[in-house]
């Protein structure tokens, strides 16, 4: 059914950034709208421009007046861990009170504790935990989310997990696009000598079952010291890539691993944090179409420096936002209120931060038709009771999220 909203007092249409491939955007990128209409149907949006200049064709449809409200592209947040069991809060109060997370780790803590937690729990009581975090989410103008299998680390519970995430996408579509991503390569459980063989026994067998069934929309790993190594990363790849599927990567956090560069040589999808990145990492993404993507609530959470967003931005790298919402490093779900306080920090200006958390967002997911309100783009949307676009990340840390009817 053809739909038609009149009178919004802002549409971020993004149609600047659309046109620059999500690149070295100036605030006149974000190209609002103002007292804007928009036409659409649930396949693609028709029309969108100033309602005094609605076209005469449209006019008989039945609209929604929605002045004192703002239309956005959909938020995306391309990277969490939404699916756990148990929590870290007592992690975290060790943390704050000097405990370095070394230790934490080697006492049982971190993923493997999580690990044991989300094992412990039935399918259906992850299901419902993760369903009711979705719901939240949604509820902050959130509609696409990728979500990482990753707290299983067997051959079993992993795949349950990817199996409860293609359960979560089969539950909310369309109203919320679940993006499933295989992440067995989270950690190395203790009962494998090495990564190379918890990779062999496990990631890479399990892999070829889950591609099997088309459950997975992409592979993702985590490449650092002491988890796995750039051989452990070219093998998962290279299969990837023979199975067709794409890839994500866990690159240069805690360590410059050349991590960026070894995900634009296989045409990663983003590689993720980014903390440590080389000069010539941000050179390879600048030059590449692997999105960049940034977890500033995790630094933020474990006290550490930001990633160099700037000398990304500035090389010419798409650069994405996303909230890394796990229970160890970044327990935090609400990506507008992360961007709200990373756009200062990273000094983002307005389209960098908006492009960041949808459309560049949506590019690190290979979703090339949304992230912008032009026509011939997917009718995917958030809607803000707000004066203007600058009022949400303004008012940082309250929900301005509406729904439309
Ligand atoms: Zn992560």
Known sequence: MIKLYTHLNEILTLAGAQLKDGRRLKAQDLSLIQDGAIVFDEAEIHWVGKTAELPEVYSKLPSLNLQEH?????????????????????????????????????????????????????????????????????????????????????????????????????????KVQIFNTYLAAHDVPRDFESSAHYLDEVVLPLFDKVAGEGIIDAIDIFH??????????????????????????????????????????????????????SAAGIQALAESATVATLLPGTAFFLGKPLAPARQLLDAGAKVALASDFNPGSCHCDNL??????????LKLNQAELWAGITLNAAHALGLSQQGALIPGMKPRFALFKADSLAHITYHWGKNLAVKAE
Not at 336 to 345: E, G
């Open 224 to 277: 650092e010291k002491n988890y796995f190594s750039t051989d452990d990363c070219q093998k998962l790849f290279s299969r990837a890539h023979a199975l067709n599927i794409p890839i994500k990567i866990h690159a240069d956090e805690l360590n410059d691993n050349d991590g960026a560069r070894l995900a634009v040589s296989f045409k990663a999808l983003s590689a993720d944090h980014l903390l440590k990145v």
């Open 70 to 174: 703002v239309l956005t592209p959909e938020i995306v947040d391309s990277h969490s861990h939404i699916v756990f069991g148990g929590d870290r809060a007592q992690e975290y109060a060790r943390r704050l009170n000097g405990v370095p997370y070394e230790q934490i780790a080697k006492e049982g803590g971190g993923i493997l504790y999580t690990m044991k937690e989300t094992n412990a729990a039935r399918p259906d009581q992850l299901f419902q935990l993760a369903k009711e975090r979705i719901e939240r989410l949604h509820s902050l103008g959130v509609g696409t989310i990728e979500i990482k299998s990753g707290y299983g680390l067997n051959f079993h519970y992993e795949f349950e997990l990817t199996q409860i995430i293609h359960r979560l996408k089969q539950h909310f579509a369309p």
């Open 336 to 345: 507008l209120l992360i961007a709200s306080i990373a756009a200062p920090q």
